[in-house]
């Protein structure tokens, strides 16, 4: 019998989704990123730190979280949103590309 145990997988945004997430900047306190999502596409499970984020254009999102609790949220253009830490899904459920700039906080 193998009782070794396997290393978890990442839940890093940039090694589970580095085609939406492009790391623009990083230091010792912050991660900014520039993200996009396609109309229908899903993001699997993944971790985000507090953040900032600067919505680009208008959409809607689903979030699926690891208890299976399900939130949708609707992106307007130009909006500024708190996120707390989190770990989820996110699905591009609108038909409009979601593009935001993502300042997550180091750290806290």
């Known amino acids: 019998m193998n009782n070794t145990l396997e290393a978890p997988l ?4 940039l090694e589970v989704a580095s085609h939406n997430y492009t790391l623009l900047m990083e230091n010792d306190r912050v991660r900014l990123f520039d993200v996009r999502i396609k109309p229908g596409e899903k ?15 208008d959409g809607r999102l ?8 399900v939130r949708e949220t609707v992106a307007v253009s130009g909006q500024v949103v708190w996120d707390d830490a989190e770990t989820h899904e996110t699905e591009n459920v609108g038909d409009t590309d979601i593009h935001s700039l993502k300042v997550e906080l180091k750290g806290t």
């Open 62 to 69: 689903r979030h699926t979280y690891p208890d299976g609790k």
């Open 10 to 13: 990442t839940l890093d945004c």
């Open 43 to 57: 993001i699997a499970m993944h971790s985000n730190g507090p953040s900032v984020i600067y919505v680009f254009n």
